[in-house]
Structure formats: structure tokens, C-alpha cells
């Protein structure tokens, strides 16, 4: 196992511990016809050092990373596939915030990364369109975070 793809899947084993244990963190996913949508929002607060270098992430309690996955149905399993994320988040003053999301190739798997400004106590509506390649169905994905103070 090269050393990328070691840091890769410790950081989410990282992520899946948060998911389990800490409050600001949310997990979920939209399902499609043909696909399945897994989100993840974190603060960068909670990444390690190494994790944020090694991604290009910057750490802070005001910034939260969002992480996208696109998983196409193959018969009872589901597979990862490139695409396309793109969106924005929305805060209850209704001040809009565009999402860059860049894609992360890790061996077999796809990920889609977006940075984004928060502030504590915030309520964020993030309001999504993801497309798999070579797909042409917009597949929305809507869902509504709060960023607690830590």
C-alpha cells in the first residue's frame, strides 16, 4: 500500500471515529435510481496537521470541509465513479456561499472536497447538484447543517 493511500484511509478511519463520537459532524446520504450520494461535514478544526497538508486544506474552527462521494448500483454492491459536485451553502441571512469542490482520485475511489467559511452557532443550508460521468441526470442533494461552538 503506497504511503498516499495509507494517510487516505487513515484520515477516514479519522473521520469515521469523529462520526461516532463528535457532535459536529454529520454523515448521510441521498439514494437515486442508479446511484447512491454519501456527504460528510466536518470542521477542519478536527483534521490532523499531516491530513490537512497532505490535501491542501487549510485547519480552522471557521472553515468546514465538505466530502462528496458518488456510488453507481452494480447489481447488490455499489461502486465508486467520477463526476461532478458542484453547489452552494446558504446561512439564515440568506448569504450565499459557492462551493469549489475539486476531485481526489485514491486508487479505486472518488472523492469530491469543498471548502467552506463558517461561523459558530451558524444554521447552513447546502443546496448541491452532482452528476456521475458519463451520466446526464442532475442528481440533487439538499441538507441543512449547524456548526456548534467547540
Known amino acids: 500500500m503506497t504511503n498516499t493511500r495509507r494517510l487516505w484511509v487513515s484520515t477516514w478511519i479519522g473521520v469515521l471515529g469523529l462520526l461516532l463520537a463528535a457532535g459536529p459532524v ?3 446520504e441521498v439514494e437515486f435510481d442508479r446511484y447512491v450520494v454519501h456527504y460528510t461535514v466536518l470542521s477542519t478544526y478536527f483534521l490532523s496537521p499531516e491530513v490537512a497538508r497532505a ?3 487549510r485547519r ?8 462528496v462521494v458518488i456510488m453507481e448500483r452494480d447489481g447488490d454492491t455499489l461502486q465508486p465513479v467520477s463526476g461532478k459536485v458542484k453547489g452552494q451553502a446558504v446561512n439564515l441571512y ?7 469542490f475539486r476531485e481526489i482520485r485514491d486508487g479505486d475511489a ?6 467552506v467559511p463558517i461561523r459558530p ?14 451520466g446526464d441526470e442532475v442528481m440533487p442533494v439538499n441538507f441543512r447543517q449547524v456548526f456548534y461552538h467547540y
Request: charged share 25%; aromatic share 10%.
Open 121 to 134: 452557532g451558524e444554521v447552513v443550508d447546502f443546496r448541491l447538484q452532482v452528476t456521475a460521468e458519463g
Open 110 to 115: 472518488f472523492y469530491h472536497l469543498a471548502e
Open 94 to 100: 440568506r448569504q450565499v456561499r459557492h462551493l469549489r
Open 55 to 57: 490535501y491542501d486544506l
Open 26 to 28: 454529520q454523515a448521510n
Open 60 to 67: 480552522s474552527r471557521s472553515r468546514a470541509l465538505v466530502n
